[in-house]
């Protein structure tokens, strides 16, 4: 596995684990949640750059979309 692939992997799975913890659901709902977004899409797709960031960050990302209904990065 190279790098890019063990980063996006990494942050996957620290987000599935918050949405497990934020969410009150279990981890295959979880991953079917974090899989269903555009977050997701965008984590996994190396010419964003999103994996460089945290995986808080990446999963402030998922919550926005969430509340938003689509990908919006709100102001902080």
């Not at 190396?46 to 990446?58: E, I, K, Q, R």
């Amino acid at each position: 596995m190279d790098n890019v692939k063990f980063l996006i992997e990494q942050s996957i799975q620290n987000i599935v684990c918050f949405i497990v913890e934020d969410e009150c659901v279990d981890y295959d709902k979880a991953i079917d949640m974090f899989y269903s977004s555009q977050v997701f899409a965008k984590l996994c797709d190396p010419a964003t750059g999103l994996y460089f960031d945290s995986p808080a960050y990446v999963y402030e990302l998922y919550k926005n979309e969430k509340k938003n209904g689509k990908l919006v990065q709100e102001e902080q």
